[in-house]
């Protein structure tokens, strides 16, 4: 299609002066590369046109070149060269900056592809034509002249950077720009040295001498022009052009070459003192440029400082450091009041970090040089991170709050850096801080207590790996119950935090409970979001420290008895504070847990009862009953229900993952990481005490508890089992409280066995869920051992499997099988641990239909979802494993076809490559077990035209066949078989792909490994 000038400019006309500017830029976009394209762009840049035409026709110019230039024959390629110099040379005198910037795109562009064989010595040139055109012109002709081709010289180095060029031909153009260097610095020499060139030149030739000097030139050729850039500081209208340049020279990664050059410019940034004191007291613009540079000097040149500083040369580097120091403490508040100091936290973590990369000597050199600006660090930091008070807070937007906040964090992981340095000294001097406040006079302002409490928390992360400072932190946690926290609530808040940090460092030393906990449970009473954050707190405590919290069982149960039953608390605060509970009563004696136990729980039970339509007692009311009929109150009262059965269920959590450890001998003793775990015992237990157990308390098992209130528990459960037999949710939770119920108790939950398993039979035949198959798999693993129940578990799977395959019947009916994805994973993995257990008093073929069994195994395999396909493989390989236990050879016999046929076209490309590997697994196992039968099964399939893709040869199906045969005894080979196979049914073999898979896949293999006995 032809674009004509007229057309062109009519379109662009439109594009800028309508809405309707889609349609006009996908034209305009067709335009620009189309081959009219190089004749109206030339009629574009003509000075009477619009300067959005003329940036058009620049835009196309530049297009063209970058994508057809490189295909131009020679002589085109010269006549466009002469003619884009001369037009640049032309429109630098009537077009805008945008237009000469394409303009000089284009020629940066024409230069790569025709240098150096067409265009050598190509940055002479340049510089040689577009000087000679401007001779003889008129001084503002002339000044806009030099600016472009400045503009020029600046963005060739840019360019070149970005384009694409093949390896030898990039090698050579480099060659050549680099051969230009000399003519190039020349140049900035002759128009950076002048006193009299107008502040356009400057600025253009900063930028270029910026750009040239991270291309190739090395910093030592080039000091005289960085004294100008320094120079140029001084100057407003230059000021942030010198500081962009001085930033890219200094941070480049060449300079390091250079130490002695750089050693001579560093001076020169000490010299800036003065005029960075002034801009940080006025608040001036040029506060953030000079800080900037400051900060990226000394962040590019940190090994450089420490060699100095070590080789007995202090002065110039600490100098260096009170300039950094400056700009972390500049006036006013982050962010409103300044915006700068953020910008040189990051060089203290830098010197820190190369401060402790060194060797011990000179380490030990240097650490003490740098103590003191780390100490004064730390004080600038306490006063900077301070919080705003109510009235200043209520007065930021969100953006504020939130980069104050990301300040703060920054605030944290820089005091976690001093610590490195300052080590034992920033504990005293905390503790020294803190004791102040203690013994103070008068009321210290709370921003100066949060603060420092924030400082001891930010640096746990670095402590609790080191007990060198056991004494130390021990100390300042002493101090913790004196502290004026209740002067804000943010006071309370940080000690809180502060204390969740050190929560596995307090296992090591849990003498400092005693000074932690009454602050937590003072917290916890508070109510709101600071008795969310103590829950959070006492919960993690109570986790880690269950048996050294032994002596506070009381005092924290109390609390939390207290809590729970008078605050209006939030379902998650709750089921934590339920947590605590649990973890705490679970190290207690018998008598002393069934009592708490009583003392916490009853409450919840009565509203458990009450929601559920039973009276006190258990027995049904019919006024509750009436109630609970009531449409209006349902869902409350259905959220009641669930509230209170997570709450439990928490609790049976907490019990079930109690593992105590006994308290240290004493604070710092190793022997607290060796002794022995104390054997829980019940009443009934013949215990031989020893000296050394003399003092430890008669605790008892936590089954107890749980045993003792799943009894109080049945009457309402069997209440909601029986009228929300039909609410997922409910019957969720109800099998869920079982089921953490169940892993709590182990064995000992005999007595209820008979009683649960009549709920999850008669919930299941009502609605198939899969927590009930996930329950009925605990009970078969706690009991499937055991004789006298050993009726009870086989009419459990025999009921829950007859049910599944019933409603998975009825689902393949409907067509909606894969909306029971759940069940069928969660009945796999049953029948998976069924058939592991299996054993002559169970036996399992005459319980269930093995055959259906089977079936629901493949109806897994094609489904999408992992976790169902990973389950169903594991399933498969334990049934042709361990087929002869319950006669399922037949069964295997009679569907081995179709699952030969599965895994094969999973493997020629159904399925994802992490689905094969599964599957892959599946077929080793049957080749190991039946060969002769899997052989003809694969051979039947592959004989097939076209089976599994039409991209296999009968040759490599015959050569897959014999390979996994003949390597069965080899997971490795075989796994590499089904991999080409693979490989090749995808198109694959032979790509980089397959390359990278195979070498992916040895890596992991690590040796040829076998199949399992």
């Known amino acids: 299609m032809e674009y004509s000038e007229e057309q062109v400019e009519s379109v662009l006309h439109s594009f800028y002066n309508s809405g309707y500017t889609v349609d006009a830029n996908q034209w305009l976009m067709s335009a620009q590369i189309s081959d009219s394209g190089w004749e109206f762009s030339w009629k574009f840049l003509q000075h009477d046109k619009p300067d959005y035409v003329q940036f058009f026709g620049a835009c196309t110019l530049c297009t063209k070149i970058i994508h057809s230039g490189r295909a131009l024959p020679l002589d085109k390629a010269v006549e466009l060269r002469t003619s884009l110099l001369g037009k640049l040379l032309e429109c630098s005198e009537y077009a805008n900056h945008a237009v000469v910037s394409k303009l000089c795109i284009a020629v940066a562009h024409l230069a790569f592809y025709m240098s150096p064989d067409h265009w050598p010595g190509v940055v002479e040139s340049i510089v040689d034509y577009i000087q000679a055109g401007s001779r003889g012109k008129s001084q503002e002709a002339n000044v806009k002249a030099i600016c472009a081709l400045t503009e020029l010289l600046r963005i060739i180095p840019e360019e070149f950077c970005a384009v694409l060029l093949p390896a030898q031909k990039r090698a050579a153009v480099k060659e050549d720009l680099e051969a230009g260097v000399p003519r190039i610095m020349a140049y900035f020499r002759e128009i950076l040295s002048t006193g009299h060139c107008p502040k356009q030149v400057y600025c253009s030739g900063i930028n270029a001498l910026s750009a040239w000097l991270q291309f190739s030139v090395p910093i030592d050729n080039s000091v005289d022009l960085v004294l100008i850039v320094f120079q140029a500081l001084h100057d407003a209208d230059l000021f942030e052009e010198a500081v962009e340049c001085l930033c890219n020279i200094f941070s480049h990664p060449s300079v390091h070459k250079f130490p002695g050059t750089v050693s001579s410019l560093l001076p020169y940034i000490v010299s800036l003192d003065e005029c960075l004191d002034k801009a940080l007291t006025d608040g001036s613009d040029t506060a953030q440029g000079l800080c900037r540079l400051v900060t990226t000097v000394c962040e590019s040149q940190c090994r450089l400082l420490l060699d100095t500083c070590y080789h007995g040369d202090t002065e110039l580097t600490h100098k260096l450091l009170a300039m ?60 900077k991170c301070q919080l705003p008070d109510e009235a200043a807070e209520a007065e930021l937007g969100e953006d504020d709050r939130e980069k104050f906040r990301c300040y703060r964090e920054d605030i944290g992981d820089t005091f976690m850096y001093a610590y490195n340095i300052l080590k034992a000294n920033l ?36 402590v609790v790996d080191n007990d060198t400072h056991d004494a130390e932190l021990r100390d300042i946690f002493s101090l913790l119950p004196r502290l004026p926290l209740s002067s804000n609530v943010r006071c309370i808040q940080a000690a809180l935090d502060m204390i969740s940090a050190y929560q596995e460092w307090m296992s090591d030393n849990p003498y400092v409970l005693n000074n932690v906990l009454p602050t937590v449970l003072r917290c916890m009473q508070l109510g709101g979001e600071l008795g969310a954050s103590a829950g959070k707190a006492l919960r993690n405590i109570c986790q880690i420290n269950q048996l050294q919290m032994l002596p506070h069982g009381s005092a924290i149960l109390d609390c939390l008895s207290g809590v729970l039953s008078t605050q209006q608390l939030p379902p998650a605060d709750a089921n934590r504070l339920m947590c605590c509970v649990g973890y705490t009563v679970s190290m207690l004696p018998r008598d002393t847990m069934i009592a708490y136990l009583d003392k916490i729980c009853t409450p919840q039970l009565l509203q458990l009862c009450e929601a559920c339509g039973l009276d006190s007692s258990g027995a049904e009311s019919a006024d509750l009953q009436q109630q609970q009929r009531d449409s209006a109150s349902q869902p409350a009262l259905k959220a009641l229900i669930l509230t209170k059965l997570k709450l439990f269920g928490w609790l049976f959590t907490a019990m079930q993952k109690s593992n105590p450890a006994p308290p240290p001998v004493s604070p710092g003793s190793a022997a607290r990481r060796n002794s022995d775990v104390p054997h829980l015992i019940d009443d009934d237990d013949d215990v031989n005490e020893s000296s050394s157990d003399a003092d430890l308390p008669q605790l008892a098992a936590p089954h107890v508890g749980v045993l003792w209130l799943l009894d109080k528990l049945l009457r309402p459960i069997e209440r909601v089992t029986r009228v929300y037999v039909g609410d997922r949710e409910l019957m969720e939770a109800v099998f869920d409280l079982f ?106 073929h005459q319980l269930v239909d093995m055959n259906s069994v089977f079936k629901v195994a493949l109806c897994g395999l094609s489904l999408p979802e992992l976790s169902t396909l990973k389950t169903a493989c594991l399933l498969l390989v334990e049934f042709i494993t361990h087929c002869d236990r319950y006669n399922g050879q037949s069964v295997l016999m009679d569907h081995m076809r179709a699952l030969c046929h599965r895994i094969v076209r999973a493997i020629g490309g159904d399925s994802p490559r992490f689905a094969v590997d599964h599957l892959a697994t599946v077929l080793l196992c049957l080749v190991r077990s039946f060969p002769a039968e899997a052989r003809r099964c694969l051979s039947e399939l592959l004989a097939g035209p076209d089976y599994p893709t039409p991209r296999v040869t009968e040759t490599e199906k015959s050569a897959f066949l014999n390979g996994i045969i003949r390597h069965r005894g080899s997971k490795k080979m075989v796994k590499q078989e089904i991999l080409n196979f693979g490989l090749r049914c995808r198109g694959l073999y032979g790509t980089q792909y397959a390359l990278e898979t195979a070498n992916s896949m040895a890596m992991m293999s690590g040796d040829a490994g076998g199949w399992p006995k």
């Open 324 to 383: 950094v120091l400056r700009c972390t403490d500049a006036p006013g508040r982050f962010p409103t009041d300044e915006q700068v100091s953020d910008s040189a936290l990051y060089f203290w973590y830098l010197l820190q970090d190369e401060l402790t990369s060194c060797d011990e000597t000179k380490w030990s050199h240097l650490v003490g040089l740098f103590q003191d600006a780390y100490m004064r660090l730390v004080v600038v930091l306490l006063r």
């Open 427 to 462: 504990f005293q001097w905390v503790y020294s801080l803190l004791y102040s406040f203690c013994t103070a006079d008068y009321t210290p302002p709370w921003q100066h207590v949060e603060s420092v409490l924030f400082l001891v928390q930010a640096i746990a992360e670095n």
């Open 739 to 844: 089921k953490w119920a169940l892993r709590a108790t182990q064995l000992e939950f005999e007595p209820l066995i008979g009683t649960l398993t009549s709920f999850v039979v008669q919930a299941y035949a009502e609605m198939p869920q899969s927590v009930l198959l996930d329950l009925a798999k605990q009970i078969l693993i706690c009991f499937h051992s055991s004789a006298p129940h050993s009726d009870t578990v086989s009419g459990l799977l025999t009921a829950m499997a007859s049910r599944t395959v019933q409603h998975l019947r009825e689902a393949e009916a409907q067509n909606c099988i894969g909306q029971s994805t759940d069940i069928i994973e969660s009945f796999l993995s049953l029948m998976y641990h069924a058939i592991r257990r299996a054993s002559g008093s169970m036996q399992l």
